[in-house]
């Protein structure tokens, strides 16, 4: 069993930066794929990083936004750079066995932390 607590949502303006946490409980945490996802208002659930022994990156946040874990503090970080009025969405944490760019691949969720970027 894994929880999840996201922090660090606000509201920026265009070209601004924000940084995402989450802190995550359980003995296995280490062994599970940590994901970032959003959704905005009338949109499905997209994925937007991952980080295991590796990272993935959906292609709209490539470049600008960074995924990274402290296994010692059991919290993965989401760094949002260059941000967009599009970047505007709720933001949950994941966690999951296996790298997916998909929801139905993580078993464990935050409940979420809004970002909301103005122009």
């Known amino acids: 069993q894994v929880q999840l607590v996201e922090s660090g949502g606000g509201l920026e303006q265009a070209g601004g930066s924000l940084r995402l946490s989450c802190a995550a409980s359980?003995?296995?945490?280490?062994?599970?794929?940590l994901g970032w996802f959003r959704q905005a208002p009338g949109k499905e659930r997209e994925f937007v990083a991952a980080i295991g022994s590796f990272t993935l990156y959906a292609d709209s946040v490539k470049g600008r936004f960074t995924i990274s874990r402290d296994n010692a503090k059991n919290t993965v970080f989401l760094q949002m750079n260059s941000l967009k009025p599009e970047d505007t969405a709720v933001y949950y944490c994941a966690a999951g066995r296996i790298y997916a760019r998909t929801a139905e691949g993580y078993d464990y969720w935050g409940q979420g932390t809004q970002v909301t970027v103005s122009s």
């Open positions: 359980g003995r296995t945490y280490n062994s599970y794929v």
